[in-house]
């Protein structure tokens, strides 16, 4: 990786106030230095490269200093010094008493961390969160935030320590064991990681986006991460899928299921990046009975349901806001089956889901429901993008490691750790040993050394002569001086020579460690060993390859039934079991655009003026008695959309479509029919096949067809192979052709030219030659246009006139059909359709 500058000169600001004081004044020549055309305190300079350095530096600092972890500690920068400054400078560790949380965060911003107050106690209050961290990092007294979202107190008035397993983190400070660095001012100094015991990378996971990458790596078994460390000190070859014989996968501390098989955890681990689901737990509880009811059989209380009882949810959902999505479900009728659900959590979770006692249903199609139309069931993403050591200690670069490269860097750093751990103990040793030595040689003739310093002119004296005497060094000799009176007893002295005797025989224990790597993977895996056992845990997050939601069909939970769908010309549209266009409610000046039918299982497509196609199942097209509901509601329409046309993919009204669909004749056809013909104002038409747009769309819909900037389609209705189609213009041009000179697209285009329009002329309307259409003119009477009045052309041409003055006001087509559910039942049953 190549190496980037960290840093970017900064100008003086005395150097820039100086400038502006030195502003040129009239016809004065600016100063050397800032161009012919610049202005005073202005630097002449390539604007791309200062761009293109600054963010350098921008995203540098982001990925290095705040959103990246480091792969050795697993900590962000934030998180390692309120960790620093809670045990090192407030003494904070779990024996002590708690203190203010605002003193925590005024210290790291005021030492440390440069930065907003939010951002510190915010990342103090998910390291104390147990149902955020699989291991908390700090205990937390007062109100640090719940499981249902509720905001954490203000920093005055919680309190917080470090946790037990946070010592872990930090003991070895003292030791001397990793480097430091300056902090942001200057006058201190922080280390640059810290002495981490155990993966806390894994063990507690992190998340955080940078500049062009982020981290995502879920929390982890502190167990099953320990014994994935001691098989690969036994064995560095072990690989990725060795590994996972330890590690089954992410643990969360909110527990659930992981939806994965083993494959998807291995590829996912070796390639460093996947994605998982993972969804809540739950039971079923049938109801208990009431032995008072039962007694009286006069209760009239109605009897409850069977319940479904979610008793754990997936991490980082907020458990208030999975309820009120299941609440919403219920009171939107989505799923008739469940009729209420409650919250009756305490320290566990409890959330109670009652199903109908009338209703026969599977409780895991329930569930399959929840788990697709909430948050019951989430996505996990895997990205393990951390920061790995350089040659300067001070830099770190990003990359995205595999499982077992996130072990092997944080074994070699704990190797590392545990010998200059080693290392600091030997010298302190030494420099102990080297001044018992110094008393040794003192004790021998103490008489002696009594009357030196006796007869000495001072403190310097005395210990030149005893350097001279005793052949002892400085260090030594001043030792000697200090020693009290009632260390020159016998007793005394023989402790010091017993303590010289453990120094050298620890000295050379540890000489001997250092000498070799295998003795000292024995101690780093001792040391694992024996966190393992103090503080390892039962997994808590269950892993299973089956996902319910595979097989799952909405249709499952719908009341299949007849129904019809009205569409208005204003955009109102309603569902009733039956509609008569006569008596049926609208606004005043509204008509009916579309009348369609199906089973409430089926869709119904709405097309645009815009070439989309809104679709969505019958059942969910709210029932109304009144005007209905404005489509803008359930779809996200565009300045100037509209409805034009309205289609149902009920196979009975589909009769065609139903009988190509079936296997022996779903070769005859090029696409199945009915297609559908859609007609510009510009002349434009374009045929197209239902098949693309028979299952609920997005509320943003899906093309259909394309059209010029400043035309729009006006007509789209269904076809066959041997119909004929007329188009008419505002001028009264009229031109019928056949259906299958239209061009049948596969994808949405614009078509082809169905007639040429004038200029300041545009087509009216378009329909099948077999309908009668009336004509209002703008001079005053109608012409009724007849499928005798029709005469077939080529497509493409100027069209025949239909009048010889005046232009076309509006066109009056036939009323729409209503739909015959027994005829269409009749027609499939001699089609011989199994779906009948």
Request: positive net charge; charged residues 30%; contains cysteine.
């Amino acid at each position: 990786m190549s190496q980037l500058e960290l840093t970017t000169p900064t100008p003086d600001p005395a150097d820039s106030l100086s400038a502006a004081r030195r502003k040129p004044k009239g016809d004065e020549a600016p100063p050397a230095g800032q161009g012919g055309g610049g202005s005073a305190g202005v630097i002449d300079g390539d604007l791309a490269e200062q761009a293109r350095r600054k963010y350098l530096n921008y995203a540098l600092s982001v990925i290095t200093s705040r959103a990246i972890p480091d792969v050795r500690d697993g900590l962000k920068p934030v998180q390692r010094r309120i960790l620093y400054t809670m045990f090192e400078d407030l003494r904070l560790t779990f024996d002590a008493r708690h203190r203010k949380s605002a003193k925590v965060v005024g210290d790291v911003i005021g030492k440390y961390h440069p930065h907003g107050d939010t951002a510190v106690y915010d990342a103090m209050v998910r390291m104390a969160q147990d149902f955020a961290m699989r291991m908390p990092l700090v205990d937390g007294q007062g109100n640090f935030g719940s499981i249902d979202g509720d905001s954490p107190a203000a920093y005055r008035y919680t309190e917080a320590k470090l946790s037990k397993l946070a010592a872990e983190l930090l003991t070895e400070l003292k030791s001397e064991t990793v480097a430091y660095r300056p902090t942001y001012d200057g006058t201190g100094r922080e280390p640059i990681v810290l002495p981490a015991r155990f993966p806390q990378l894994l063990v507690n996971g992190t998340t955080g986006i940078a500049v062009g990458m982020a981290t995502s790596i879920p929390p982890h078994n502190l167990g099953e991460v320990i014994r994935a460390c001691l098989l690969l000190i036994d064995n560095r070859d072990a690989t990725v899928a060795k590994l996972m014989a330890k590690i089954k996968g992410p643990d969360f501390p909110t527990g659930g299921q992981l939806v994965a098989t083993r494959t998807e955890l291995r590829e996912a681990y070796e390639n460093g990046k996947g994605t998982f689901k993972l969804r809540g737990s739950w039971k079923l509880e049938e109801p208990k009975q009431d032995k008072r009811a039962t007694k009286k059989k006069s209760s009239k209380k109605a009897p409850s349901g069977p319940r479904i009882v979610i008793t754990e949810i997936p991490w980082a959902v907020e458990k208030s806001t999975l309820v009120e999505e299941i609440g919403q479900i219920i009171v939107a009728k989505k799923l008739p089956v469940v009729v209420g659900v409650q919250d009756l959590s305490t320290e566990d979770i409890r959330v109670e889901v009652e199903l109908d006692p009338k209703a026969d249903v599977d409780p895991e199609l329930v569930m399959a429901y929840l788990f697709k139309h909430t948050r019951l069931q989430t996505t996990i993403k895997l990205d393990m993008t951390v920061l790995v050591p350089t040659e300067n200690p001070e830099v770190a670069a990003p990359a995205r490691l595999d499982l077992k490269a996130v072990l092997e860097h944080f074994l070699d750093f704990r190797l590392l750790t545990v010998r200059r751990r080693f290392e600091y103990e030997l010298r302190k040793l030494e420099e102990r040993i080297h001044i018992l030595e110094g008393f040794e040689k003192i004790f021998d003739e103490l008489d002696r050394a009594i009357k030196l310093i006796r007869t000495s002119d001072g403190r310097a004296d005395a210990a030149k002569k005893l350097i001279k005497a005793f052949d002892i060094d400085q260090i030594q000799a001043d030792a000697v001086l200090e020693t009290r009176l009632y260390k020159l007893a016998k007793l005394e002295i023989l402790k010091i020579r017993e303590e010289l005797a453990d120094k050298r025989k620890r000295a050379k224990k540890i000489r001997a460690l250092l000498k070799s790597d295998k003795k000292l993977w024995a101690v780093v895996k001792s040391e694992l060993e024996a966190l393992s056992q103090e503080y390892a845990d039962r997994r808590r997050t269950r892993i299973d390859a089956e996902d319910l939601t595979e097989d799952f069909s909405a249709e499952s939970f719908i009341v299949e039934e007849d129904a019809m769908v009205l569409i208005t010309r204003d955009g109102w549209i309603k569902r009733q079991r039956n509609v008569n266009l006569e008596t049926t409610r609208m606004r005043d000046g509204d008509a009916p655009l579309a009348l369609v039918g199906g089973s409430t299982r089926e869709s119904i497509v709405l097309f645009s003026n815009r070439g989309s196609a809104y679709v969505l199942r019958i059942n969910d097209v709210p029932a109304s008695s009144g005007h209905g509901t404005p489509v803008q509601k359930l779809f996200k329409f565009k300045d100037g959309e509209k409805v034009i046309a309205a289609t149902s993919t009920d196979p009975r009204f589909m009769v065609e479509f139903a009988e190509a669909n079936k296997p022996e004749l779903g070769d005859e056809y090029e696409e199945p029919y009915p297609h559908f013909l859609a007609v510009t104002q510009g002349g434009m038409a374009l045929r197209f096949t239902l098949w693309p747009h028979r299952e609920p769309s997005t509320r943003n819909g899906r093309l259909f067809g394309k059209h010029k900037p400043g035309d729009e389609f006006i007509e789209v209705f269904k076809v066959y192979a041997e119909d004929q189609i007329c188009a008419l213009t505002r001028k009264g041009k009229l031109l019928c052709c056949e259906v299958m000179d239209v061009n049948l697209l596969a994808g949405p285009g614009r078509g082809v030219t169905l007639i040429k329009v004038e200029d300041k002329d545009r087509v009216v309307g378009a329909w099948k030659s077999s309908q009668t259409v009336e004509v209002l003119k703008s001079s005053g009477g109608t012409l009724k246009l007849s499928e005798h009045k029709a005469t077939v052309t080529n497509r493409g041409g100027k069209g025949r006139p239909i009048m010889k003055r005046g232009t076309v006001k509006s066109l009056t087509y036939p009323p729409p059909p209503t739909p015959d559910f027994e005829a269409g039942a009749e027609r499939l049953i001699e089609l011989g359709y199994a779906g009948a």
